[in-house]
Nanobody, 117 residues
Framework: QVQLVESGGGLVQPGGSLRLSCAASGSISSIRVMGWYRQAPGKPRELVATISPDGGTDYADSVQGRFTISRDNAKITVFLQMNSLKREDTAVYYC???????????WGEGTLVTVSS
C-alpha cells in the first residue's frame, strides 16, 4: 500500500516563503513523474509543477520564477520551495506520483498553505 504524506504548510505573510515536502512509503515500482497540485477555495484543482526522475521540470505560468520543485529519488521524496508568496497562492497543496508500471496514480491528503497578513 502506497502512502504519500505532505508537510510544511502553514500561515505565511505575502512575500514570504515556505518549503513543502512529500514523503512516500510503500511499494512503488517505477516513477514516471512526480508533481504538486493545488486547489484554492471555490476553484478547481490545478497543476503547479512536475519533475521527472532525471530532473526535468515544468511549472505553471502563475508560479514560474517563484516556485522550485526538486526530488530525492532514493527516498522517493518531492519538495516544493515557494518564494515571494502571494495571497492568490492560498490553497491546499497535494503531492502526486505516477508510475510507469501498473498505471499507478497516488495522491497525498494535502497540506494547507495560507498567505495572509
Amino acid at each position: 500500500q502506497v502512502q504519500l504524506v505532505e508537510s510544511g504548510g502553514g500561515l505565511v505573510q505575502p512575500g514570504g516563503s515556505l518549503r513543502l515536502s512529500c514523503a512516500a512509503s510503500g511499494s512503488i515500482s517505477s516513477i514516471r513523474v512526480m508533481g504538486w497540485y493545488r486547489q484554492a477555495p471555490g476553484k478547481p484543482r490545478e497543476l503547479v509543477a512536475t519533475i521527472s526522475p532525471d530532473g526535468g521540470t515544468d511549472y505553471a505560468d502563475s508560479v514560474q520564477g517563484r516556485f522550485t520543485i526538486s526530488r530525492d529519488n532514493a527516498k522517493i521524496t518531492v519538495f516544493l520551495q515557494m518564494n515571494s508568496l502571494k495571497r492568490e497562492d492560498t490553497a491546499v497543496y497535494y503531492c502526486n506520483i505516477r508510475t510507469v508500471y501498473g498505471n499507478g496514480n497516488y495522491w497525498g491528503e494535502g497540506t494547507l498553505v495560507t498567505v495572509s497578513s
